[in-house]
């Protein structure tokens, strides 16, 4: 019983740290397409902070989507490239609990 009691304790306590862990962050994401509107997978995403210019780089899946979570807010750049594709640069102002759209 006591093992069993600790165990719901720790399970819990687990819980409540990875819900606070995510509070007071935002996150970007979007979809890279082609001018034809076709997506574009593999192409590079690159958000940097403008005030810590911390980075954070991910890739475009097989449906051309990225999400970049847990971003602390301020103001980023977005950067997306792809080879023969023109690269795209945009400023998005990430707040708490807010989920950006940055469709490239």
């Known amino acids: 019983m006591r093992t069993h009691l600790l165990f719901v304790t720790s399970f819990l306590l687990l819980c409540l740290v990875l819900l606070f862990s995510q509070a007071g962050t935002g996150s970007i994401a979007g979809t890279v397409t082609d001018p034809s509107g076709a997506v574009v997978p593999g192409a590079k995403i690159t958000i940097t902070s403008l005030g810590t210019h911390a980075v954070?780089?991910?890739?475009?899946?097989?449906?051309?989507?990225?999400?970049?979570?847990?971003?602390?807010?301020?103001?980023?750049?977005v950067s997306v490239e792809q080879q023969g594709f023109n690269s795209l640069k945009q400023q998005v102002d990430v707040t708490v609990g807010s989920r950006n759209t940055v469709d490239a």
């Open 56 to 77: 954070r780089t991910v890739v475009a899946g097989p449906r051309g989507e990225y999400v970049v979570s847990n971003l602390q807010p301020g103001t980023y750049e």
